[in-house]
């Protein structure tokens, strides 16, 4: 079975901190992604990955950067936390041009 | 307009009945469809593909209107453990990157 892991479930963080998001899969997949979903808005894109050192701007990727150094860790940065970045973030991956997605359980961000 | 629109419900329902959900989509080149299946505080899993000649997996049938750009999920004799939001995901450009919609709640009563 697919593993996507990611590095906290639940996160408190202060207004102005930057804060790092952790996600690694381990079957060796090419595509890693990061959505936030927020009630009434459902999964947005933030930003992807179809190979290490590489990243596209997925539809809301203000305010948040990612790195991708190694194929299975995929990591995403708010450089400086602001409340409305208070969110569910989920971390997915997937076979490179396959539309199933496998998603991490989720980083529940409170931001204060 | 949303690319990829759902009613999100909720849908309350009696355990056995028949529900079925729609979900549109604004892109007519979109060529991959997918219901996935999210339980509270959960994260979504894919619940089945959608093929072009319709497919079905015991209770779960799943249509695609190409003409109408919708797709459809239809659940027959609903089990309480069928409560869930049920979410629609479609390949805007066939890039890979999937548009889901904001999901439909479904609640089974006993």
């Known amino acids: 079975d697919v593993k996507v892991t990611q590095s906290s479930r639940y996160l408190v963080k202060r207004t102005g901190e930057k804060v790092f998001l952790e996600c690694v899969q381990d079957?060796?997949?090419?595509?890693m992604f990061w959505y936030r979903q927020d009630p009434g808005l459902g999964l947005r894109l933030i930003y992807f990955?179809?190979?290490?050192?590489?990243?596209e701007k997925g539809d809301i990727p203000e305010g948040y950067s990612v790195s991708r150094e190694k194929k299975e860790r995929f990591s995403l940065i708010l450089e400086s936390a602001s409340t409305n970045q208070t969110s569910m973030y989920l971390c997915a991956s997937s076979l490179l041009a396959s539309g199933r997605r496998y998603f991490g359980p989720g980083t529940r961000l409170t931001v204060t | 307009r949303k690319e990829v629109e759902q009613d999100p419900g909720p849908f309350n329902v009696p355990e056995g009945a028949t529900v079925a959900f729609n979900c549109t989509y604004s892109?007519?080149?979109?060529?991959?469809f997918f219901w996935y299946r999210q339980d509270c505080r959960k994260e979504p899993k894919l619940l089945m593909s959608?093929?072009?000649s319709g497919n079905e997996d015991g209770r779960f049938t799943a249509q695609l209107n190409r003409a109408s750009q919708y797709i459809s999920l239809l659940i027959r004799d609903s089990k309480l453990s069928d409560s869930a939001t049920y979410l629609c995901a479609v390949d805007s450009s066939n890039t890979g990157k999937l548009i889901f919609g904001q999901g439909t709640t479904l609640q089974v009563k006993p």
């Open positions: 079957m060796d997949h090419e595509n």
């Open positions: 990955s179809y190979d290490v050192k590489m990243k």
């Open positions: 892109n007519s080149a979109s060529q991959s």
């Open positions: 959608v093929y072009s």
